[in-house]
């Protein structure tokens, strides 16, 4: 089965600046000085519940360096690509196949935060530059920190702090949660249930699933049984367009305010029609950011995908940014890795999300953004916070 990027399952893929000159003279002089392409890892789901945002990711990366002809600070791409599956049990393999076996100068890496954590511990112990286009698992920007590893996504805590307040302030007292049970799920609940509580909310019942299931009917007549204001969920991709049309389908729209984190609705906004009307999210990204990177980016993923990117794909972009801005600091050689972690740390640019900058976990400081689904769009309600920053706890990069 091929996604719409075009990976096989599990099969590597090189396909950008196929290396035959490097394969012509394998034992010369240094890459660099032979123009040899960068290689660029990329472990990214390609099939399975979160393969669009896989998709999504990988078409903003490329959409960036094809505006650059191929090249970032002169080194042309040579992206090799894995299918992660979102299998916490495949990604030590993959990532060893990646490292090891494909000897790739950069790793960029992955959705899912039991597939992440996995891939960082063997990222950290090889001392290769690593970036994170998604995967909030909050530790690896707080007690796993590494001089090279750079997140552009989020912490999963993140949007449910900025979703909790905002619930609170709406007037909301009672909730319930609902989410996939894995390091994504917990933690965007730990998130929620800090500033809900903190605002006097109360919640009521905290269910989860195992990820990646969809049965959701049994929460679902819980949650009815339970009568709370509001819901908050953490789901993504097709799992939650499944969600969200279940949720719909056993009619607790009507008496039940659904919340969540962003990734609730984005990539599927489309597809959820009316099922998804009225749902509330925080999150990073909202499409209609009065911006003009926001918009040239939009026209130009549409132009060449034929759809409107989702926070995926923004992520996508600030991470193949970040790059851009370290690889430039060394002229394009990898090797110089103190000047190439100085300016990624240091860099601060305009994101289609807004102003974007890292924290010293090296983590993104950004806006978090209220936004209700209607009609297919997430309509901009309101900025819930701005400059957020995830702690750093048990970090020291010094
Ligand atoms: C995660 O596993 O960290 C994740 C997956 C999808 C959306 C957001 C977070």
Known sequence: MKSKSGVSRRRVLQIAGASAAAAAFPFARPAIAQGAPLKVGLLLPYSGTFAALGDAITNAMDLYVKQQDGKLAGRTIQWIKVDDESAPPKATELTTKLIQGEKVDVLIGTVHSGVAMAMAKLAREAEIPTLIPNAGANVLTRAQCAKNIFRTSFGNSQPGVAAGAAMIK?????????????????????????????????????????????????????????????????????????????????????????????????????????????????????????????????????????????????????????????????????????????????????????????????????????????????????????????????????
Not at 174 to 191: H, M, R
């Open 170 to 398: 709406a007037g909301i007292k009672t909730a319930v949660t609902y989410s996939w049970k894995y390091a994504a799920g917990d933690e965007s609940v730990d998130g929620f249930r800090q500033s809900f509580t903190a605002g006097g909310g109360k919640i009521i019942k905290e269910l989860s699933i195992p990820f990646p299931n969809v049965e959701f009917q049994a929460g679902l007549a819980e949650i009815a049984s339970l009568k709370p204001e509001a819901v908050y969920s953490f789901f993504a991709g097709g799992g939650a367009l499944k969600y969200l049309k279940d949720f719909h389908a056993a009619g607790l729209n009507k008496s039940i305010q659904l919340w969540g984190p962003g990734f609730l609705t984005d990539g599927v906004e489309k597809a959820a029609g009316e099922a998804g009307n009225g749902v509330k999210t925080a999150l990073h990204y909202v499409e209609s950011l009065d911006n003009a990177e926001n918009k040239k980016f939009r026209t130009d993923y549409n132009a060449a995908f034929k759809r409107f990117p989702d926070v995926y794909a923004v992520q996508g972009w600030d991470t193949t940014m970040l790059l851009d801005i370290g690889l430039k600091a060394t002229g394009g050689d990898i090797a110089k890795k103190d000047d190439l972690y100085k300016a990624m740390r240091n860099a601060k640019f305009n994101s289609p999300r807004g102003p974007f900058r890292l924290s010293a976990s090296q983590n993104p400081i950004h806006n978090f953004y209220l936004r209700e689904l209607k009609n297919g769009e997430n309509v901009f309600l309101g900025v819930a916070a701005t400059d957020v920053s995830d702690p750093t706890t048990g970090c020291s990069l010094a």
